[in-house]
């Protein structure tokens, strides 16, 4: 993918008989995402979104060329881009996933860490999957375990809580 798209929701599967499809939005404002389209797909294609309510872990909507149940089922899973120049600008200290994903991580020392291999939220707040040669650590998003994040130079550098990298 473009690093010009950003992923900003994915479809969960169908939503009743006529071709609504549940759509799990990634904007702080979860109705936005019908502001950014038409959205694509990794594979290429577009649609055009207009979203109908608000549902329980969701929204329910209507995708340009979706119009019955078998349809939006099979598009369970698959991820709504749109272009970085759609998108509302980011605060100082915000940052799109996107941009996370691949940076170096070192701590305050200059020791490599790892490598952002994904952000995750499970209602908590952000942590940052890291990869590192003995597995997955998660390293929690915030000021003081993250003091910079420096994207032209492609490097975070944490001060991790106790235990979130073992020691060698």
Known sequence: MSDDLICVGAIAGSFGVRGEVRLKSFCAEPAAIADYAPLVTQDGRSFDVRVTRAIKNGLSARLSGISNKEDADALRGVQLFA?????????DDEYYHSDLIGMIVLDTGGTELGKVN???????????????????????????????????????????????FEDD
């Not at 272009?83 to 605060?91: E, I, K, N």
């Not at 597995?135 to 375990?145: H, I």
């Open 118 to 164: 994904n952000v995750l939220n499970h209602g908590a707040g952000d942590l940052l999957e890291v990869t590192t040669p003995k597995g997955p650590a998660y390293l929690p998003f915030t000021r003081a375990a993250v003091p910079t994040v420096d994207i032209a130079s492609g490097r975070i550098i944490a001060d991790p809580p106790d235990g979130v």
């Open 83 to 91: 272009p970085r120049d759609r998108l509302p600008g980011l605060d």
